[in-house]
């Protein structure tokens, strides 16, 4: 279809300017979506164009760095902010969300990102709040 390396373009610009790349090119949102299937990423319809392009370059990247426990310390615009700043893809944060035992239920398009931040940070919030009357409780005996 488009011939496009993605390796090589990721190589050349790194892989926040192969998103930055693809998503000021003259590509139309179609050309972009066939190029996600072609490399087995599964995009819905009505994807922001930036999202799609972030999904064809950074799907098989790793983009979360931090260890669960410091993203569960993490506020919810803290999650946000880091997601965004990260550019990470949906297949990412699914695999998070899933490894915490947490699972979406039907479509959140473009909204991923904002419900991991919420389940996260909350999660992160009652394992604090147990943490604290588990403490409490030891200072009793």
């Known amino acids: ?37 072609e490399n087995g990423i599964l995009v819905d319809k009505k994807t922001a164009r930036r999202q799609i392009a972030i999904e064809i370059i950074m799907s098989p990247e790793k983009r979360i760095a931090h ?14 902010r880091y997601f965004s700043d990260h550019m ?3 297949k990412e944060l699914m695999s998070v969300l ?11 398009r473009g909204k991923l990102s904002e419900f991991a931040a919420n389940e996260i940070s ?15 409780r030891g200072h009793n005996s």
Not at 67 to 80: I, P, V, Y
Not at 98 to 108: D, M, Q, R, T, Y
Request: aromatic fraction near 4%; glycine fraction near 10%; avoid cysteine.
């Open 1 to 37: 279809m488009t011939g496009i390396d993605l390796e090589v373009l990721s190589d050349w610009l790194g892989p926040e300017g192969a998103v930055a790349g693809l998503d000021k090119s003259r590509l139309t949102n179609s050309d972009l979506m066939m190029l996600a299937r």
């Open 67 to 80: 260890e669960q426990d410091r993203l569960l310390e993490m506020s919810k615009d803290e999650l946000q």
């Open 88 to 90: 990470v893809s949906t």
């Open 98 to 108: 899933e490894s915490l035992g947490i699972a979406p239920k039907g479509k959140l």
């Open 122 to 136: 909350d999660l992160g919030m009652y394992q604090r709040v147990a943490r604290g009357k588990q403490e409490f």
